[in-house]
């Protein structure tokens, strides 16, 4: 439904209860049932989530992304297709909104990522960064430090 999984959408849907779970697919209408809320609105739900999180652990957050077996489906989903990219590697910031912009630029750039690619601007991914971003959970700016070791 994301049209990615990464820090924000697990600190949101992956730390959430049940009822937070609800909450958020149906972007604040129910607590009992997920609807059918626009795109739009669940990925600003998911944003929002986040930075609540984020505001009551007064910003002293560390994310990680773990980049491989990378496929199109949640890992949600009972019968996810298999992983369709080459591992790209961990990385990690203290911005999740840095984070996620910077592994979907790894995901555009890879030669192999087109159907992963596809599935984010399918369902406006982008966006939930862009509200992110807008809300003041972080910024899309980053600089990648290699540490090859």
């Keep these: 439904m994301g049209g990615f999984g990464g820090a924000v959408k697990n600190c949101s849907i992956g730390i959430a209860s049940s009822e937070g779970k609800v909450l ?4 604040g ?3 009992t049932s997920w609807g059918s809320p626009a ?3 669940f990925l600003e739900s998911m944003a929002e989530a986040t930075k609540a999180v984020y505001d009551y652990m007064g910003g002293y957050m560390a994310f ?4 491989n077996n990378l496929s199109v489906d949640c890992d949600c989903d009972s019968h996810p ?9 961990i990385l990690a910031s203290m911005d ?3 984070l ?3 592994c979907v630029d790894l995901v555009c750039a890879a030669p ?7 599935h984010m601007e399918s369902r406006n991914g982008a966006h939930t960064l862009e509200h992110a971003e807008a809300i003041g959970l972080g910024s899309q700016t980053y600089r990648l430090i290699d540490l090859d070791v």
Excluded: C, K, Y
Excluded at 82 to 89: A, F, L, S, T, Y
């Design 24 to 27: 958020i697919h149906s972007a």
């Design 29 to 31: 209408a129910s607590t």
């Design 39 to 41: 795109q739009d609105d």
């Design 64 to 67: 990680i992304n773990v980049m």
């Design 81 to 89: 297709a298999d992983p369709d990219m080459e591992d790209i590697g």
């Design 96 to 98: 999740p909104v840095a």
């Design 100 to 102: 996620d912009r910077a």
């Design 112 to 118: 192999d990522g087109a159907s992963l690619v596809e």
